[in-house]
């Protein structure tokens, strides 16, 4: 990580509790937890590498910029889209990304039903089941692209809930890289639809 890199997130940890004194984007009882909790936990993605060969990266149910905007102070080169349907969270994203001069960050206030762009990697934080999170946003991703991915931040048991998807998902252990409590029923899916 650069000194660049470092000061963005100091000033993210600045930014995110001012932030929510006026708009609760992080959960109260979390703010104390920001780090571990919120910027972290995003950076898993990072830390398996799962972005390394993308380009164009949509943040799907962003709200306050989570996992997008730590993942775009890590990935300067790559494009960042963030959407919410919630505008006022937007508003948030679009004010943080611009106090830390992040060029490569453009947050949207809309559904991704809505979005008629289409995205080599969709990221989230487990915003609803995973069946459904497919279903809602299987038209952004680049068709027929073997890189296309969503790579979905994910917590407790959900066996059963990708048990249709299992073939074409590779789960990685996020206390295999971050450790502490928090992180152990923690992981990380990785969805390739279009690998055969």
Same mark, same amino acid.
């Given at each position: !990580?650069?000194?660049?890199?470092? +000061? ?13 004194? @006026?708009?609760?984007?992080?959960? =109260? $009882? ?6 571990? =909790?919120?910027?972290? /936990? ?12 993308? /380009? =164009?990266?949509?943040?799907? +149910?962003?709200? *306050? *910029?989570?996992? *997008?905007?730590?993942?775009?102070? !890590?990935? %300067? +080169? @790559? ?7 919630? #505008?006022? @969270? ?10 830390? +001069? ?23 934080? $487990?915003?609803?089941? &995973? %069946? ?5 946003? =299987? ?15 994910? *917590? ?8 249709? &998807?299992?073939? @074409? ?9 971050? %450790? #502490? ?16």
């Amino acid at each position: !990580m650069s000194d660049e890199q470092a +000061g963005r997130f100091e000033m993210l940890m600045r930014l995110y509790p001012e932030w929510n004194e @006026k708009i609760n984007v992080i959960s =109260r $009882a979390d703010i104390g937890e920001l780090f571990v =909790r919120h910027i972290l /936990h995003s950076l898993a993605i990072a830390k398996f590498g799962l972005l390394d060969e993308s /380009h =164009r990266i949509l943040d799907v +149910g962003t709200g *306050g *910029g989570l996992p *997008g905007i730590p993942l775009a102070i !890590m990935y %300067p +080169g @790559k494009d960042f889209t963030l959407i919410d349907s919630i #505008g006022k @969270k937007i508003m948030v994203v679009n004010d943080i990304a611009a106090q830390l +001069g992040l060029k490569n960050v453009r947050g949207i206030h809309i559904k991704s039903n809505m979005l008629k762009e289409r995205f080599d990697t969709i990221v989230s934080r $487990a915003v609803t089941a &995973f %069946p459904n999170f497919i279903k809602q946003t =299987r038209d952004n991703l680049i068709k027929d692209n073997k890189k296309s991915r969503v790579v979905y931040l994910k *917590g407790g048991d959900f066996d059963e809930e990708i048990a249709s &998807f299992a073939a @074409k998902c590779k789960i990685f252990n996020i206390s295999d890289v971050f %450790p #502490g409590e928090f992180f152990e029923t923690k992981k990380v899916i990785e969805y390739s639809p279009f690998v055969i």
